[in-house]
């Protein structure tokens, strides 16, 4: 394995460079541990949300940790974001397609060992954060392709983008989760992140969405539903 950091605050992953502080959070170097310590130390399991949906998450956690998702779609494995801990037992994957730029985890460690497609709206791609990640598609728009659904909603960050699947919508870190409480996310431009909101929600009546997948959470759709309309009015 070539020089890669995992930072233990955050995980963030360092490709090729050994910087003084991690890009994404700004931790000191004693907070890194090599990818191949990461590996050693984490795993990355799964745990089944619905038939093809499953969530993956480090164990134990790792720094903020956020989930990816491994979607089973018609005739190809999806991922949705990727984990920052390397765990070549994984089932492999074709696709690694982001939400937006936060959480590339090791997503550059698994497109080599398993040959994987990276993808990303081109204005999230060349964001500081990915300048060292490798993208082989960038996208512009909506899509959608074997199943996947993806809808480009700008605000949090210019490229973000939700994808739908199985009933489940994803929306990463959108909005931050508490029980009965909701809020926007406040890493990103406020007024847009609050203006785009409006149309995830037309996404998922039009969808017909049954559960939420967030970066730290899944909820039922009308529990979640509730709390982002009450967000939105507010
Ligand atoms: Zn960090
Ligand atoms: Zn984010």
């Known amino acids: 394995m070539s020089e890669q950091y995992v930072c233990t605050v955050c995980g963030f992953n360092m490709v090729g460079h050994y910087p003084s502080h991690c890009p994404f959070c700004g931790a000191p170097r004693d907070k890194y541990i090599t990818a191949e310590e990461c590996s050693r130390l984490y795993s990355v399991e799964g745990r089944k949300i619905?038939?093809?949906?499953?969530?993956?998450?480090?164990?134990?956690?790792?720094?903020?940790?956020?989930?990816?998702?491994?979607?089973?779609?018609?005739?190809?494995?999806?991922?949705?974001?990727?984990?920052?801990?390397?765990?070549?037992?994984?089932?492999?994957?074709?696709t690694i397609a982001f939400t937006h730029h936060h959480f590339l985890g090791a997503s550059n460690l698994y497109r080599s060992h398993f040959n994987a497609g990276v993808q990303i709206?081109?204005?999230?791609?060349?964001?500081?954060?990915?300048?060292?990640?490798?993208?082989?598609?960038?996208?512009?728009?909506?899509?959608?392709?074997?199943?996947?659904?993806?809808?480009?909603?700008?605000?949090?960050?210019?490229?973000?983008?939700?994808?739908?699947?199985?009933?489940?919508?994803?929306?990463?870190?959108?909005?931050?989760?508490?029980p009965g409480d909701m809020k926007f996310n406040p890493?990103?431009?406020?007024?847009?992140?609050?203006?785009?909101?409006?149309?995830?929600?037309?996404?998922?009546?039009?969808?017909?969405?049954k559960v939420v997948c967030g970066y730290n959470y899944v909820e039922e759709y009308p529990t979640w539903q509730r709390k982002f309309a009450r967000l939105i009015e507010n």
Do not use: M
């Open 50 to 94: 619905t038939s093809r949906v499953t969530q993956l998450l480090s164990v134990p956690r790792l720094g903020y940790e956020h989930a990816a998702y491994r979607l089973e779609a018609d005739n190809k494995i999806f991922w949705i974001d990727c984990p920052s801990c390397f765990d070549q037992s994984l089932e492999p994957v074709d």
């Open 121 to 178: 709206n081109e204005s999230d791609s060349n964001n500081k954060l990915a300048s060292r990640f490798t993208f082989d598609r960038t996208l512009t728009g909506n899509f959608s392709d074997s199943g996947l659904e993806a809808f480009h909603i700008n605000g949090h960050t210019q490229g973000f983008t939700v994808y739908v699947f199985d009933g489940a919508l994803f929306i990463c870190d959108y909005v931050f989760v508490k």
């Open 187 to 209: 890493y990103g431009p406020q007024l847009q992140t609050r203006k785009n909101a409006a149309r995830i929600t037309e996404i998922a009546q039009q969808k017909e969405i």
